[in-house]
């Protein structure tokens, strides 16, 4: 007599629902992630564009003063310093052997800066998409300038012409062609003459945080090596905290006042002397300032 099994239905039921919905290994493996950093969603808040920002900081850290020699880059050879040590290779001890294509010193600066330039790019490139306010687009924007006009203006220094890359690199490129140091110099000026505009002043910062003073520093350094030397003077007074009365371009409303309204600067040379270039005789040249100043000077009982 055959024996019959009493098996539970609810026993056969939940072996064929495991039967059915076995798992699927190559499911299981596929990973599905909630959320993740991606290009795309980096740069979307202040709070993304200031870790950018603060990046910047650290890379012209890195570059100006990390490490025993670095400081000293900018030194070692010139009639500041020498390398005691009397090495040829090192410290600059001959130019010859120090500043070869491989050397270390060519190939820091060189590389350091550039990556200063690409952040900075890439932070430029992304506020178009951001949620930022206009004013603080503009703040980011100003930040960024500074630090990219920093790079092509030590650049300049170093290398002489460079070349000159203003957008988001995201593809190998190798045909970039060197611009003249002028060139150079004058892509610096563009991006410090933004930054000098747009950033606030250093009672609006907190300590060591950039300002438009140190925008406006770097912007007369980098006319002076332009050969522009009436800007550079009225950059260095905004520096100093006197913007020249009458120019706008530097601090507008500290160089405005209501009882100027001449269209002219407010800067004149009293005295002039140099020495004549094919006789060597002294030359000095004196003027008095126009009227104009008498009378304003009069009026605001200044000297």
């Known amino acids: 007599m055959k024996k019959i099994l009493n098996i539970p239905v609810g026993l056969i ?7 059915v919905t076995s798992c699927d290994e190559k499911e299981i493996l596929q ?8 290009p795309e969603n980096s740069f979307v808040t202040e709070g993304d564009f200031n870790s950018a920002i603060y990046a910047l900081y650290d890379l012209t850290r890195g570059t100006l003063s990390d490490g025993e020699h670095r400081p000293m880059d900018y030194h070692y050879g010139t009639d500041l310093g020498y390398n005691g040590a009397q090495q040829l290779n090192q410290r600059f001890g001959s130019y010859p052997a120090t500043l070869t294509p491989n050397s270390v010193e060519a190939r820091f600066h060189w590389q350091q800066y550039y990556k200063i330039i ?3 790019n890439i932070i430029l490139n992304r506020l178009t998409k951001s949620k930022l306010t206009a004013n603080q687009k503009t703040l980011v924007e100003a930040r960024a300038k500074l ?5 092509y203006r030590n650049l300049a220094h170093l290398y002489g012409g460079v070349p000159i890359e203003l957008e988001e690199v995201g593809s190998p490129k190798t045909d970039y ?6 060139a150079t110099y004058q892509q610096a000026a563009k991006d410090l003459e933004f930054a000098a505009a747009n950033l606030p002043g250093i009672t609006r910062v907190r300590d060591g945080e950039i300002n438009n ?4 520093h770097l912007l007369a350094e980098t006319y002076l090596s ?9 950059a260095a007074f905004a520096d100093a905290g006197y913007p020249v009365l009458g120019d706008p371009r530097y601090k507008t409303k500290q160089a405005m006042h209501s009882r100027w309204i001449r269209k002219r600067i407010a800067l004149h040379a009293k005295s002039l002397g140099f020495e004549h270039p094919v006789t060597g005789e002294e030359l000095r040249f004196e003027s008095e300032p ?6 304003l000077q009069a009026e605001l009982s200044i000297l």
């Open 118 to 120: 690409s952040s900075a």
């Open 147 to 151: 630090f990219r006009g920093l790079a």
């Open 177 to 182: 062609t060197r611009t003249t140091r002028e």
């Open 226 to 234: 332009l050969k522009r030397y009436s800007d550079a003077v009225k």
């Open 31 to 38: 990973e599905i992630p909630l959320d993740f950093a991606s």
């Open 290 to 295: 126009p009227a104009e100043f008498a009378r």
């Open 13 to 19: 039921t939940l072996a064929l629902a495991l039967a």
């Open 213 to 216: 003073l140190a925008a406006y």
